[in-house]
């Protein structure tokens, strides 16, 4: 007789339904438990219940003077408590959050999973000593913008000290990379299992070149911390035998945003596309040769960066060139999946480009293909439902 299912609540301060690592995790723990979740936006896909998250309680039925007031008091206090008294408990467990904790644990859960690390403490106390907490740490948030000198000093302790204090809680923990599984090893004394940010396989084959200019794509968000307005001027120096494509995401700046379609509307040889929903993606992607990504090395996540782009140029079957971040280095060198630029320049970039062939090009995609079911996220996938199993089964003994 099969007992009755395991309560099960993801939480993720980000659009659910538009955060394929989330909706991952809640496809692949619904199929044998109860999955609730608490985000901005609902999964879609949740078998339970959702709760709605906010950064900062704010009063919206008092008048406009009246909750500007209100917004200023509370950036002060939570600038005094951060940045001036390092009070970072105090700053994390503002009224919202004490709210938000009470009404999580009316939630008949039995295993708490916490995304990220702003979730990370509410995670731990909601699954307190009644549930089991898992956090997947995906990138190494005490250093995500470690190349800006105010970001520094306003996150930079203050994340530290979250992951000193809370992810020696956990059951169980997660990273993209090695080698930011080893940095949170150093920092706290738990080294996180790895679970690449990779998508579900896809039943695609690799296309043959169209002729003319080999067409490269590049997928994601744009930024000046990612120097997307270099990877497309590079293009001057390629405009004879390549085409840039590029689907983006929405940019909330403005300015930048202008840039970049005044940079590409210069250049006859580059395209901007609407992003693509990540269900489409590989088979958008399939058409073209080469998936490019350039990241330079202005953080410590740029540096040790383990992109889902990669892998979805590898379901798109499509040859890959990447900047030298060793953790992107190695996996298209180990799986022979393209080659990689010798330097961070951009001028290096457009060398390992122009230097492949149209044979090399073929081969690595029919690499990709060869390797496509391997590099999806099916590892990924059974790595966390059978340590959701492990822990669920440990509380029925």
Not at 224 to 230: F, I, V
Request: charge should be positive.
């Amino acid at each position: 007789m099969i007992g009755p299912k395991s309560h099960i609540l993801v939480i993720a301060y980000s659009h659910l339904n538009r955060d394929a690592r989330v909706k991952r995790q809640v496809d692949a723990l619904m199929v044998d438990h109860v999955v609730h979740t608490a985000g901005f936006s609902p999964a879609g896909n949740e078998n339970g219940s959702f709760t709605r998250l906010e950064e900062h309680e704010v009063p919206v039925n008092a008048p406009v003077v009246l909750r500007k007031f209100h917004a200023g008091m509370v950036r002060a206090r939570r600038w005094l408590l951060r940045d001036r008294l390092k009070a970072y408990g105090a700053f994390y467990w503002d009224t919202t959050r004490r709210a938000l904790s009470r009404s999580l644990k009316r939630l008949p859960v039995d295993l708490v999973l916490a995304n990220d690390i702003d979730a990370l403490p509410l995670g731990a106390e909601v699954a307190g000593d009644r549930a089991f907490f898992v956090y997947d740490a995906h990138e190494f948030s005490p250093r995500q913008q470690d190349g800006d000198s105010l970001w520094v000093k306003r996150y930079g302790g203050y994340y530290t000290s979250l992951c000193r204090t809370y992810m020696p809680t956990a059951h169980a923990c997660f990273t993209v990379s090695d080698s930011i599984a080893s940095a949170y090893k150093e920092l706290t004394g738990v080294k996180p299992e790895v679970i690449w940010n990779a998508p579900q396989y896809e039943e695609l084959r690799p296309q043959a070149s169209l002729g003319g200019r080999v067409r490269l794509v590049h997928h994601g968000m744009a930024s000046p911390y990612r120097n997307t307005e270099g990877l497309i001027a590079m293009m001057d120096d390629l405009s004879s035998s390549h085409e840039l494509h590029l689907h983006l995401a929405p940019i909330a700046d403005r300015a930048y945003r202008e840039k970049i379609e005044r940079s590409v509307n210069d250049r006859p040889h580059v395209h901007l596309h609407p992003a693509l929903p990540p269900a489409e993606l590989a088979a958008a992607l399939n058409g073209y040769d080469i998936g490019v990504h350039y990241l330079p090395p202005t953080s410590f996540n740029h540096m040790h960066a383990m992109p889902n782009k990669l892998f979805d140029y590898v379901q798109a079957r499509l040859a890959i060139v990447v900047s030298p971040n060793p953790a992107m280095a190695e996996l298209v060198r180990v799986h022979k999946l393209g080659t990689v630029a010798h330097d961070f320049s951009l001028s290096a970039l457009a060398d390992a480009l122009r230097e492949l062939s149209r044979e090399q090009i073929a081969a690595f995609k029919q690499s990709a293909h060869q390797q496509a079911f391997e590099l999806s996220a099916y590892a990924g996938v059974e790595r966390l439902r059978s340590t959701v199993t492990r822990l669920l089964a440990t509380r029925s003994h």
